[in-house]
């Protein structure tokens, strides 16, 4: 009996939060507190640039017949400078999901399959993880160093 407790305890204390958590791959694409550039700093609230990330960010399930269902999803605001911003986080199943994700939210987002100066986001992936970057001008130290982060911790496709 006294092994029933201690197998439970362990299944509680390293099993599930091993199994809620999802494949770790959306934890290890955010930012650390470590990793983040000097002239940012971690803030409340989300920020996105335009409302295109706002409603992709807060409905996703509008957009079920145009994308693919999430795994999971993050989102992370700095203040850099200035200005405020959010990194989006999404997770998908595969790497075909997030591709086609990807293709939909190029074209939700921007119009176009490029950034342009009315919509400056910008859009990194890496295996099944979408990132969206929503500031006015994304900070290039952030941006090099979310670039980094995903080279150093994942295989980028």
């Not at 550039?37 to 989300?46: S, V």
């Not at 342009?116 to 001008?137: A, C, G, M, R, Y």
Request: hydrophobic share 35%; charged share 25%; net charge neutral.
């Amino acid at each position: 009996m006294h092994r029933i407790f201690i197998l439970i305890w362990l299944f509680c204390t390293f099993g599930l939060p091993l199994c809620a958590s999802g494949t770790g791959k959306l934890d290890a694409a955010m930012l650390k507190q470590a990793e983040i550039p000097r002239n940012c700093k971690i803030i409340d609230g989300k920020y996105a640039t335009d409302l295109q990330t706002q409603i992709l960010d807060e409905h996703y399930d509008l957009y079920k017949s145009l994308l693919p269902p999430l795994s999971e999803k993050q989102a992370q605001s700095f203040k850099c400078g200035k200005q405020k911003g959010t990194i989006f986080y999404y997770e998908y199943s595969s790497q075909a999901h997030r591709g086609e994700a990807e293709r939909g939210i190029r074209r939700l987002l921007w119009g176009e399959d490029h950034s342009t100066p009315d919509h400056p986001e910008q859009i990194e992936h890496v295996e099944n993880v979408l990132i969206v970057v929503s500031f006015e001008k994304v900070p290039e130290l952030l941006l090099a160093t979310i670039r980094a982060k995903l080279q150093r911790v994942m295989n980028p496709t």
